[in-house]
């Protein structure tokens, strides 16, 4: 089956660190641009971050820019986002996928290979 495994999740204060993978199942990525979502209780599901297939491009929403980056590292089939200075407002489940392209808008049905997430709470 090919999709994505995030880890790295968890509880942690606000202004903590946490480091999430993405690793892929099935398939390499190193052909792919990666998109990290998120998607908080009762909200849609929201891009934070994507980079090109060969690192040089990334972006980031306003809301993480300065606080999260994301990296990938092909050897190992996965890409990485590391976020420090976490905010209570960062609380979701946190996503990746697969898309040919980083675009402006992260339009949710041209990514692909969806995993089953992983969590992260930021308590105050």
């Known amino acids: 089956q090919l999709q994505f495994v995030e880890s790295g999740g968890g509880l942690v204060q606000s202004g903590k660190s946490l480091r999430l993978a993405c690793a892929a199942s099935?398939?390499?990525?190193?052909?792919?641009?990666i998109g990290w979502f998120r998607q908080a209780p009762g909200k849609e599901r929201e891009g934070v971050s994507c980079?090109?297939?060969?690192?040089?491009?990334?972006k980031y929403v306003d809301s993480v820019k300065g606080r999260f980056t994301i990296s990938r590292d092909n050897a190992k089939n996965t890409v990485y986002l590391q976020m420090n200075s976490l905010k209570p407002e960062d609380t979701a489940v946190y996503y990746c996928?697969?898309?040919?392209?980083?675009?402006?808008?992260?339009?949710?049905?041209?990514?692909?290979?969806w995993g089953q997430g992983t969590q992260v709470t930021v308590s105050s």
């Open positions: 099935g398939f390499t990525l190193d052909e792919y641009a």
């Open positions: 996928a697969a898309t040919s392209s980083c675009r402006r808008d992260y339009v949710l049905t041209l990514y692909d290979y």
């Open positions: 980079i090109s297939s060969s690192g040089i491009i990334t």
